[in-house]
């Protein structure tokens, strides 16, 4: 069987994941798992890991392209034991890669070092340009949402309003407005 596997990272790349689907789809899977997580964040790709449980000893996990699968190779090389362990290869869709071959296997770990190393080189590059627009007065960072709220969050408090019900009035995180609150009695 084939199980195909779709991931964005954020939930406004919807039709980047109604893309993959399609694509899926049309490459023969039969089930597929789907989310919207940062592939960074390995412990909430809960679909990721129903889908490496769902896999049996004959199957094939089918993604569009390795960067929805895994970013770094230490985690492509985990997820690739577990396929194996399961009896199962992957494929991926767009680089015509698949490890029931040697070949397979051999052009997946190459890709995957050179993707990690891709990675690795944007991220310094924004590192660089954050750097220098800091030197040059332009990035300060995103401008504190509750500091901003803190009048509203201590008139309510004086009001008797709990911190929960001033978190939602304000639409800010209760930490917040506990932190407003320990502040100001400080």
Do not use: W
């Amino acid at each position: 069987m084939l199980v195909g596997y779709a991931r964005t990272s954020t939930l406004d790349q919807k039709a980047s994941i109604e893309a993959q689907a399609r694509d899926l789809t049309a490459a023969g899977c039969e089930k597929l798992f789907s989310e919207q997580v940062s592939s960074v964040d390995v412990t909430n790709r809960e679909q990721l890991a129903q889908a490496l449980d769902f896999i049996r000893e004959g199957d094939a996990l089918v993604v569009t392209k390795l960067d929805r699968l895994a970013r770094s190779v230490g985690h492509l090389l985990t997820i690739m034991e577990t396929i194996k362990a399961k009896g199962a290869d992957l494929r991926i869709l767009n680089m015509g890669i698949d490890t029931a071959t040697p070949t397979g296997k051999l052009m997946l770990t190459v890709l995957g070092g050179i993707a990690e190393f891709e990675r690795e080189i944007m991220l310094e590059r924004q590192r660089e340009g954050i750097a220098k627009a800091k030197a040059d007065g332009k990035y300060k960072g995103r401008k504190p949402t509750a500091r901003a709220k803190e009048e509203d969050v201590l008139r309510l408090k004086a009001e008797g309003v709990g911190a929960t019900e001033i978190a939602k009035r304000l639409g800010i995180g209760r930490a917040s407005v506990y932190r407003i609150l320990d502040g100001a009695s400080a």
